[in-house]
């Protein structure tokens, strides 16, 4: 068999430790799909895998033991859940155009989740929208609040809810209860005096505690969404850390540009002599005030957002 | 009178009251409810038809347009005070049938229960209701347990159809304002409930009441949160506080502000006393005091049975469950 093994990596397939079998790696971005979509990995994975589905853990599935030489019939099957799924592809029932750029992971979000800031599914889909296919290693996450299930401090982007708490002292009892919850659950950003609430606001994570427990409504959540955007987490070998904050109080559209502006610069300073790099390391070369330059090129933050003056990175050093 | 008016020229009347009066209705308030990208429905003053919830049960109810959740009594300096210039215009509530009973609680309390209250009085000479009716029973509502689904206590009854208004003006004062067709009509109101409460006798309840195993299960339920008091329509607790301005100590205010029996601090005393710390205890308290020890003082029962306190337990603590569960205690004990 003569097979390009860069075409099918590409394609989402993967070489695997059992020569001439493949693996198929299916794409959720924001980790939600139609259940009717199952049907059709359930039939590949019997008529030409293995009979197994793999849970990866970027919330996307492994349809395992595919021969090598069935991938375009594969490809063909697979397209109603490409196109189910909204996947920008360059060919029809050519399978996935890029593997580069991670699946989009996010965790359940505010359609059930009562701590969630926002509908993180479908922000996944926006940036999904954004930025795929590219081949450029980058993983995002979405979490919809700082609980952080879905771990996004171990992703390049991480991304967290966060609200803005609004307070009508008029509604407020003086209960306490936010203050207990702020003191005991989060970082103890409220105080009562003189029977009402003050919220120190560099303290304030938005985590929304507040407004969860208000009995009265007195705390409220603002209209507009807002989001920790923490950078540069990872895993792997060489040096694996957490994502340290960029920006706070960061809006939707800019973490949209700001992710784009960064494809800008790995194709600017990536170590083309290399397989792959990955863009953590790109950032520890050139520094960070040099990607901060290129992240922030045209984004117009408001004056709500802070930004990071600059930013030392942690972890593990060999 | 019964008249029939379009919506805009309900609309335009209501501009004109608003010269006189300030006019409060349930409002779906976008993105301020407890989740994120929920309502709340709660009470606002409105200018227009539309602008009003028509088709859910507020969560809050409309108790708070009448007795404010923080109100300044007095403002104090050394050896002066001075009361709070109270509100020039006069006020017109939506409000359905069980809040129009609600509000016969409130008076009850604040009017009828030994020295009239100033503030409520005030407040209360001026209001006018609007009823809204109700085509169907909420979840969780039982109003026809506590007969308090139909009401003819109203200036004016309001029933939308379509692009049209139908309205029963039984206020004179109002028939200056609404201009339309006369149409015979009835007001909205439901028959039935999925719930329904059976209330025990005041003889079934036995003395040592306080000792059933019943509360024992909401001393861990229950999280003292005080959301079934706040949304309650006829919860009347208040507590004082005096404030001591910051840069100026010898000056201040004293308000009263809403209080809840279920909440820590309620039955706090000097000396650092305080009763009902187990929360199945402020439970009785509560559930008693709307179903029996009013009722033996006053002769009707507190709860008008708007269900709001079940619609926002966080525990899915049901004080319907807990009422039928009393009666079936008081039947086992005979
Ligand atoms: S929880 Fe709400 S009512 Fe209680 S102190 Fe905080 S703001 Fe006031
Ligand atoms: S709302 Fe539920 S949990 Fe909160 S105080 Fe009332 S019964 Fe207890």
Redesign the pocket.
């Given at each position: 068999m003569d097979i390009n093994t860069k075409k099918v990596t590409k394609n989402a397939y993967r070489i695997t430790k059992q020569r001439y079998k493949t693996a198929l790696r299916v794409r959720v971005p924001g980790g939600r799909l139609k259940a009717e979509y199952l049907e059709i990995l359930q039939k590949i994975a019997d008529e030409y895998g293995d009979g197994d589905l793999h849970l990866t853990t970027r919330q996307g599935f492994e349809i395992t033991g595919i021969d090598m030489d069935k991938i375009d019939e594969v490809n063909a099957i697979i397209q109603p859940v490409i196109e189910g799924l909204e996947i920008n592809q360059i060919n029809p029932n050519t399978g996935y155009t890029a593997a580069g750029t991670r699946n989009i992971c996010a965790c359940i979000g505010n359609r059930v989740c009562p701590k969630a800031q926002y509908e993180t599914s479908g922000f996944a889909k926006r940036i999904e929208q954004a930025i795929f296919p590219n081949d450029f290693h980058v993983k995002v996450a979405l979490t919809g609040c700082p609980n952080d299930c879905i771990k996004v401090r171990m992703h390049d982007f991480g991304i967290i809810g966060m609200t803005l708490p609004q307070y009508d002292k008029q509604r407020c009892v003086s209960c306490g209860r936010c203050v207990e919850k702020c003191t005991k659950l989060s970082t103890g950003a409220l105080t009562m005096e003189n029977y009402k609430v003050t919220r120190e606001h560099d303290k304030c994570i938005g985590c929304g505690e507040c407004v969860l427990n208000c009995?009265t409504n007195a705390w409220t959540r603002n209209e507009e969404k807002f989001y920790r955007l923490a950078i540069m987490g990872r895993t792997g070998k060489k040096n694996p850390r957490l994502a340290e904050d960029f920006i706070l109080w960061i809006d939707e559209d800019s973490i949209i540009k700001i992710i784009k502006n960064t494809y800008d610069y790995i194709g600017e300073y990536i170590d083309r002599s290399l397989p792959k790099e990955h863009i953590g390391y790109i950032v520890d070369r050139t520094g960070f005030i040099e990607y901060k330059k290129w992240a922030l090129k045209d984004v117009e933050l408001s004056p709500m957002a802070k930004v990071a003056s600059n930013i030392y990175w942690g972890g593990i050093r060999y | 009178m019964k008249i029939e008016i379009s919506k805009e020229d309900f609309n335009k009347s209501l501009h004109r009251l608003g010269d006189e009066y300030r006019i409060y209705a349930p409002v779906a308030m976008a993105y301020k409810g407890t989740f994120s990208d929920t309502d709340s429905i709660r009470y606002k003053e409105i200018n227009t038809l539309d602008e009003i919830e028509f088709n859910l049960k507020s969560h809050f109810s409309p108790k708070e347009v009448i007795l404010p959740i923080t109100q300044v009594l007095f403002y104090f300096t050394e050896d002066q005070y001075k009361e709070p210039e109270t509100e020039k215009k006069k006020l017109l509530v939506f409000l359905r049938a069980c809040d129009i009973h609600a509000v016969k609680r409130m008076d009850q309390i604040y009017l009828e229960n030994g020295q009239r209250d100033p503030y409520y009085q005030e407040v209360r000479d001026t209001v006018k209701f609007v009823l809204i009716g109700c085509e169907k029973s909420y979840r969780n509502c039982f109003c026809v347990s506590m007969g308090t689904n139909k009401t003819e206590d109203y200036s004016l009854g309001i029933k939308p159809v379509g692009d049209q208004v139908l309205l029963d003006i039984k206020d004179e004062e109002l028939n200056a304002y609404f201009f339309g067709e006369e149409k015979d009509f009835e007001m909205n109101y439901v028959t039935s409930n999925d719930i329904k409460v059976l209330i025990p006798e005041p003889h079934q309840i036995a003395k040592d009441i306080a000792e059933a195993p019943l509360w024992r299960e909401?001393d861990e339920?229950?999280?003292?949160?005080?959301?079934?008091?706040f949304?309650c329509s006829t919860c009347t607790c208040f507590r004082m506080q005096d404030i001591f301005y910051k840069d100026n100590e010898n000056n201040g205010e004293r308000r009263r502000v809403w209080a809840?029996c279920?909440?820590d601090g309620y039955t706090d005393m000097a000396g650092g006393h305080s009763f009902r710390k187990r929360?199945g205890d402020?439970?009785r308290y509560?559930v008693l005091h709307k179903v029996y020890d009013y009722n033996k003082r006053f002769g009707y029962h507190m709860c008008v049975g708007c269900g709001r306190?079940d619609d926002?337990?966080?525990?899915?603590?049901s004080?319907s469950t807990c009422v039928n569960k009393l009666h079936d205690l008081g039947k086992e004990e005979r």
């Open positions: 009995p | 909401y339920r229950c999280v003292a949160c005080g959301k079934c008091n949304v809840s279920q909440v929360h402020r439970m509560k306190c926002a337990c966080p525990q899915y603590i004080f």
